[in-house]
């Protein structure tokens, strides 16, 4: 079942990107004048297809479901019709330099705005996500020795608010990245309002992947390991433990989560336990013997344990929902084309590169969490696939924008020889990338 929806979660996620991506082509070519003979959702060979409006353009599915095209009238193209005269006037490379380059900004520049209007109807409707309390860390931690201490409230970094965790980790890996200290400004019970740096000395040699917040020392805060349902016949219920109790400690150990608790527990193994709790206001010791998971050695009671982290909905008027969904969309962007920048410059390793599979598998994680989450993972896509198209390799629309910006520099066309090695050299520049991309995918599979 969770391979059906990571497919379909995976169709219904690039499919409408790519559509929106070829529409912006379309919609551009037919302002400017441009006769368009086929739109085609998908490769290679045409499914199926039926032709409408004045020019009886051909709108198509193709075999491959991965890409799609808008193919204007070209003179270029082999198979292209002969040209009526009013046709000439309509074909594309007849167009000036600059129709030519809006054209093919459009597409990028859709999946930009389709990112924009998605972001701004998910901050209208309000996001709930865990809040910036940060739970106890071990003391040899950066975070602990930039000063930051379990349950401290994070309400800026860097001088920016922060509402929710999603912000503060933005944030904090943005920081990271551009290799810039971390100024945190935290709330602390009892203390009041602090002001803390963590060094960008403390991320470095991470991978960029790599849960950076949590190497750090910096995790989502838990609630107090309260106990709830108590399993009939395990060894929560042989020891006496009770719905509602409040662990304290483990063999002298405090508890104060539930991982905590959780963690205690399967590393005893089938080792007898003094737990501590709290019941109806005394304290109770209780000794429990795990029983052992034969599949993975870890010891286990049956018992629930609160886990879920304090959650607080994050939503915005439709000015400020806007304002904040063009800045994530430019942050966004941003942050990709310096991730590149690194990867080529060998800062960050290649093992960033991802490709299908990978991209599949967060489409059905995310579709099975929820709407919100799957929305959120296409809208990122969306702003990936518009930064990639951007990219100056030939065949890619940043090609074709590179080679127009010359145009526009030297006042003539790049000469259709030159144009075609740099072709074969995109097919050959893509074709390692996708390799690269699958490799990766597959490797973090096994």
């Not at 309390?133 to 922060?162: H, S, Y």
């Not at 009041?192 to 040699?205: K, R």
């Not at 910096?218 to 109790?245: N, Y």
Request: aromatic letters at 6%; proline letters at 5%.
């Amino acid at each position: 079942m969770n391979l059906i929806t990571t497919v379909l979660a995976f169709l219904l996620a690039l499919g409408p990107l790519i559509i929106f991506h070829e529409l912006g082509h379309y919609f551009a070519a037919r302002l400017c004048g441009v006769k368009v003979l086929r739109f085609s959702v998908g490769m290679g060979k045409v499914v199926w297809s039926r032709r409408f409006g004045r020019d009886q353009t051909e709108w198509a599915i193709s075999v491959l479901p991965l890409g799609g095209y808008v193919k204007m009238l070209d003179s270029r193209d082999p198979d292209a019709p002969s040209l009526t005269p009013e046709d000439e006037q309509r074909e594309f490379t007849r167009q000036n330099v600059w129709r030519r380059i809006a054209i093919v900004a459009a597409g990028p520049f859709a999946n930009f705005i389709l990112a924009i209007v998605l972001f701004a109807g998910l901050f209208m409707y309000g996001i709930a996500e865990p809040t910036t309390r940060i739970r106890p860390m071990p003391e040899t931690t950066a975070a602990w020795q930039a000063g930051l201490r379990g349950g401290d409230q994070v309400t800026a970094v860097n001088g920016k608010a922060v509402a929710g965790w999603s912000d503060l980790n933005w944030e904090i890996v943005s920081s990271a990245i551009d290799k810039r200290d971390v100024r945190l400004e935290v709330e602390r019970q009892s203390v009041g309002s602090l002001d803390l740096v963590l060094p960008a000395s403390s991320f470095e040699g991470m991978d960029a992947d790599a849960d950076l917040l949590g190497a750090v020392g910096i995790m989502v805060a838990r609630p107090l390991p309260v106990l709830g349902k108590i399993m009939p016949g395990g060894a929560a219920e042989r020891a006496g433990l009770q719905s509602g109790d409040l662990v304290t400690s483990v063999d002298g150990k405090p508890t104060s989560d539930g991982i905590v608790f959780i963690e205690a527990v399967r590393a005893a193994g089938q080792r007898t336990l003094d737990v501590k709790v709290m019941r109806g206001g005394r304290e109770v010791s209780v000794k429990v013997t795990p029983e052992r998971d034969a599949a993975t050695g870890h010891g286990r009671i049956k018992a629930e344990v609160a886990l879920a982290p304090d959650m607080v909905k994050v939503a915005s008027g439709p000015l400020d929902s806007v304002s904040k969904a063009m800045r994530k969309t430019w942050e966004t962007s941003a942050l990709t084309v310096k991730m590149i920048g690194k990867m080529i410059t060998g800062e960050v390793s290649l093992k960033n590169v991802t490709g299908p599979i990978t991209i599949a598998d967060y489409a059905g994680q995310t579709a099975r969490i929820g709407a919100v989450s799957f929305l959120i993972f296409v809208a990122s896509i969306s702003i990936s696939l518009g930064v990639m198209n951007l990219l100056p390799i030939p065949v890619l629309d940043g090609g074709l924008l590179l080679y127009y910006s010359l145009e526009v520099l030297t006042g003539r066309p790049l000469p259709e020889r030159i144009g075609a090695y740099a072709q074969r050299l995109g097919v050959a520049m893509l074709v390692m990338l996708m390799v690269l991309a699958v490799f990766n995918d597959v490797a973090r599979l096994l």
